[in-house]
């Protein structure tokens, strides 16, 4: 049961993924790194990071394949939102930015298995092609 939980739950966390991208104006390229965290587990995951590609003034984050972001807002030094999955897990998390080049955050997911929180950092790290769509939710 731990194992399969484990399981989920990385497959889960991975709710910040890149998108394609396509040839249009240039956006911000950001390393994503995420830290799980479970209550109960012996030992603590392994961080991973991942690199993002974003529209300028898009939060550079986006729901992954199965997942959909219902609720997202523009903070003042940040961003938050709410994210539901075909699975019936849900998520919602909170971004600030830390300068411009840097931002920190956390997301916490609940799933019929039990709940995890994740911790976020993230890194900008130049510009790329920018995503023709974000493909979230805005409010």
Do not use: H
């Amino acid at each position: 049961m731990r194992l399969r939980f484990t399981s989920l739950a990385a497959a889960a966390a991975v709710a910040i993924v890149p998108v394609a991208q396509a040839q249009s104006p240039k956006g911000e390229a950001w390393d994503i790194t995420s830290q799980m965290e479970m209550p109960g587990m012996p030992m603590a995951m392994p961080a991973t990071t991942q690199r993002v590609c974003t529209a300028k003034e898009q939060p550079p984050f986006r729901a992954r394949e199965d997942c959909r972001i219902t609720d997202q807002q523009k903070l003042p030094n940040g961003w938050s939102w709410k994210m539901v999955c075909n699975d019936g897990s849900s998520a919602d998390g909170t971004m600030t930015y830390q300068g411009m080049e840097a931002w920190s955050g956390v997301m916490n997911m609940k799933m019929k298995e039990g709940a995890m929180s994740m911790k976020l950092a993230g890194k900008r790290v130049g510009e790329c092609d920018a995503p023709a769509s974000t493909g979230a939710a805005k409010k």
